[in-house]
C-alpha cells in the first residue's frame, strides 16, 4: 500500500481549511481583539496542525454592529485588524507555507453607514441611488406601516422607515438581518458591476478564492409580497422564506464569478476557489449551487445540524453524496463554525455534565468527518476541543440577536470567545503588550486546560487527534475525494470503506460493540483495542484481508 497520495486534480476538492475568525484568534497590539498580524504570527501553528488553507472572516472597515459582517468598504482594511500592507504580509507569508488565504465576502447586504446607502438617504425616494437598495411606499393611508410582512432572520421587522431630508417620515428599507445592514437590489445593474470589481480587486492582491456569506440570498421576489409565514426566518434563525432567499436569478451571479476566478486562473495557473454558505431546505436543492458553471462548493450545514444518531448521520451522508457529489462537486463538510453551539457542548447531554461524552462525541464525529469523500473545513478552537462558553454575563454580549431580541436563545458569542494560547489564566496569551489587556470577550478560568500550549504537550488532546488524521489524509490515497461504500453493522454504529481497503467506523452508542475490521486500528478517537469498538468513538483500519 502506497502513503503518498497524488496530487488532486484539483486542490480545492479535498481540501481542509482552517477558519479564522479574526478578532478572536491572535491579537499583536494588545488592545484585546485579534488581527491580521495575529494571523500571521499564528500561520505556523496552523502549518504544523496540517491544514491547507484558510478562511478570514471579515476584515473590512465596518461599525461592527454584526462583528465585520455589516462591510462599510469592501477594499480595504478596518484599522482594528491593521491595513493593506498587513494583509499583503499575511498572503506573502501563507503561500510561502503553502496556506490558501480565503476571504469572507458580504454580497447580500452592507453597512448603513456603507457611501451608496448615505448618498441613498440623501437622494430621495425614486433616485438611482436608492435603487441599488430595496426602497419602498409603506403601507397604510400615511404610510406608518412596512411594505410587506417579513420579519428579519436576528428579530423584528425586516423594513426600518427613513427620515427623509424635510425631516418628515419617508420611505422604508429592507434588512434581512439588522437595521444596520441595508440588503442590497440585486435587479439593479451598478450592484452586481460593483461587486465584480471588488472581486477583482482581492484576486489581484493574490486571494485564493472567498466563502461567500448568505449565498442563496442577493435576490427577492419582484413584488416583495406577503409571506405565509412571515416569522419564519426569526424563528429558525435560518433562511427560510422562500420569497427572500433561493431565488432562482441568484446561479448567474454565480455563473459570472465563477468565469472571473477562470479567468484569473488562466493567467497564472492557480485555481482560485467559491464556496458558499448555502442554507436551502434539501441536498438537491444545494445541488444547484455546485453546478460545473457556478459555485466551486457550498457549505453542506445537514451534518452540522444532524442530531447524534447513526441513522440521522448515515441519512445525510447518503443523501450528499447521491445529490452533490452528482454534480461533479464534492461534497463541502462541516460541523462547527462561528453561527453554532460547538459539538463538545451540542453532542452533551446534561444528565452526564463532566462525564465527557460531549467531547468524547466531537472527536468521533472530527474522525468521522475527515475520512469521508470531499472537502472539510475546521471551526477554530475545534481542534482544542473548547466547548461553548454558555454563562457569558449579559452585559458583555455583542451578538445582535441579543441585542434586538434581549433572548439568549442561539446566541453566538459562546462560540466566539478568543482562542487560549498559553498559561494559566487570560488572557492565556491571546493578547499582549499592555499590561491588563483584556480580550473582548472574557474567557473562563477553564481555557486554561484546552490551551494550545498544552495540547500540543499531550499526545492524548484533541490537537493531536486532529494532527494525526490530517497527516493520514494528506499521505493515504484512499482518503480525500471520492466515494465510499456502506458496510453493514449493528444498529447505533455506521461503517463505511474508503477504497480498497481502509474503513471508518463510529460507535454512537455508549455500549462497546465488535469492531468491523480486527486488529489494531490506525487511528481512533479514543482508546480502542483490538477487536472492539468502544460506544462514542470512531476508528479507522486498514483492512488487509
Not at 410582512?149 to 420611505?171: I, K, L
Request: proline share 8%.
Amino acid at each position: 500500500m502506497s502513503l503518498q497520495r497524488t496530487e488532486a486534480r484539483h486542490w480545492w476538492r479535498d481540501a481542509v481549511i482552517y477558519q479564522v475568525y479574526v478578532r478572536s484568534f491572535l491579537d499583536s497590539t494588545g488592545d484585546g481583539i485579534g488581527d491580521l498580524a495575529g494571523v500571521r504570527a499564528g500561520l505556523p501553528y496552523l502549518k504544523k496542525l496540517g491544514v491547507d488553507g484558510i478562511w478570514l472572516s471579515p476584515f473590512y472597515p465596518s461599525p461592527q454592529h454584526d462583528h465585520g459582517y455589516d462591510v462599510a468598504d469592501y477594499c480595504d482594511v478596518d484599522p482594528t485588524f491593521g491595513d493593506l500592507a498587513e494583509f499583503d504580509l499575511l498572503v506573502t507569508a501563507a503561500r510561502r507555507l503553502g496556506i490558501k488565504v480565503l476571504l469572507d465576502i458580504v454580497p447580500n447586504h452592507c453597512s448603513s453607514e456603507h457611501p451608496w446607502f448615505r448618498e441613498a438617504l440623501a437622494a430621495g425616494p425614486g433616485s438611482a441611488a436608492r435603487a441599488r437598495f430595496h426602497f419602498a411606499e409603506g403601507r397604510g393611508p400615511d404610510g406608518s406601516e412596512p411594505p410587506n410582512n417579513w420579519h428579519a432572520m436576528f428579530g423584528g421587522p425586516a423594513w426600518s422607515r427613513v427620515t427623509e431630508a424635510d425631516g418628515r417620515p419617508g420611505q422604508w428599507y429592507l434588512h434581512m438581518f439588522t437595521p444596520e445592514q441595508p440588503d442590497w437590489n440585486w435587479r439593479d445593474p451598478e450592484v452586481p458591476a460593483e461587486f465584480e470589481r471588488i472581486l477583482r480587486f482581492w484576486l489581484d492582491r493574490g486571494v485564493d478564492g472567498f466563502r461567500i456569506d448568505v449565498a442563496a440570498g442577493l435576490f427577492k421576489h419582484p413584488e416583495l409580497p406577503d409571506s405565509p409565514d412571515p416569522e419564519a426566518d426569526a424563528r429558525t434563525r435560518d433562511s427560510v422564506n422562500p420569497l427572500a432567499w433561493n431565488q432562482p436569478e441568484v446561479h448567474e451571479v454565480w455563473r459570472r464569478w465563477r468565469t472571473i476566478c477562470e479567468d484569473h486562473t488562466a493567467r497564472d495557473g492557480r485555481e482560485r476557489l467559491l464556496v458558499g454558505e448555502v442554507s436551502v431546505p434539501t441536498a438537491r436543492e444545494h445541488a444547484q449551487y455546485v453546478r460545473a458553471d457556478e459555485l466551486h462548493q457550498a457549505f453542506f450545514f445537514d451534518l452540522l445540524s444532524a442530531p447524534w444518531d447513526a441513522d440521522a448521520f448515515r441519512k445525510v451522508i447518503s443523501e450528499a453524496m447521491q445529490d452533490i457529489a452528482g454534480t461533479g462537486s464534492t461534497v463541502t463538510w462541516v460541523l462547527n463554525n462561528h453561527d453554532q453551539v460547538r459539538t463538545v457542548t451540542r453532542y452533551g447531554e446534561p444528565a452526564t455534565e463532566g462525564s465527557g461524552l460531549g467531547a468524547a462525541r466531537a472527536r468521533a464525529a472530527a474522525l468521522l468527518m475527515l475520512a469521508l469523500p470531499g472537502a472539510a473545513y475546521i471551526y477554530q478552537g475545534e481542534e482544542l476541543g473548547l466547548p461553548e462558553v454558555v454563562d457569558l454575563p449579559d452585559d458583555v454580549l455583542t451578538d445582535p440577536i441579543f441585542r434586538r431580541t434581549g433572548s439568549r436563545a442561539r446566541i453566538r458569542d459562546g462560540c466566539r470567545v478568543p482562542l487560549p494560547w498559553s498559561g494559566q489564566a487570560s488572557p492565556f496569551g491571546f493578547t499582549s503588550g499592555v499590561e491588563g489587556a483584556k480580550p473582548w470577550l472574557p474567557q473562563p478560568e477553564w481555557f486554561a486546560e484546552h490551551a494550545t500550549d498544552r495540547a500540543l504537550a499531550d499526545t492524548r488532546s484533541f490537537w493531536h487527534l486532529y494532527r494525526d488524521g490530517l497527516q493520514l489524509r494528506a499521505s493515504l490515497p484512499q482518503l480525500g475525494e471520492g466515494s465510499l461504500r456502506w458496510l453493514d453493522t449493528p444498529p447505533g454504529v455506521l461503517a463505511f470503506v474508503r477504497g480498497d481497503d481502509l474503513v471508518c467506523a463510529v460507535n454512537f452508542g455508549t455500549a462497546p460493540t465488535p469492531a468491523p475490521v480486527s486488529g489494531t486500528p490506525l487511528l481512533s478517537s479514543g482508546p480502542c483495542p483490538a477487536g472492539v469498538l468502544p460506544g462514542s468513538t470512531a476508528a479507522w483500519w486498514i483492512n488487509d484481508l
